[in-house]
């Protein structure tokens, strides 16, 4: 049974649940990327996608366009806004 805020354990190791978890850990953030990539039929990313969120594993965002992106807590969102992009030389350690 999925809860909230508890770790995952899946029985089988190639689970639709597993690989959609697995194809957002590697970078792919929109529901047509991980599609592409696992191979899975739409309906069961989408519905993985939804069991996934709701018990904490991966988090929903929206762009600037609103489209539904996916990635895992604690990974930056979104870009660096152009007025700190050539900062970054002030804050290194010489």
Known sequence: ????????????PMSTMRQVLSA?????????S???ETGLVLNKVRAALFNLTFIGAIQRYED????SKYT?????????AHCLKGVRSIFDVR
């Open 34 to 36: 991980i599609v592409d």
């Open 24 to 32: 957002v850990e590697h970078g792919f953030e929109t529901r047509q």
């Open 1 to 12: 049974m999925l809860k909230k805020n508890q770790p995952i354990k899946f029985a089988k």
């Open 64 to 67: 600037g366009h609103g489209r």
């Open 72 to 80: 895992i807590p604690g990974r930056m969102v979104g870009e660096v």
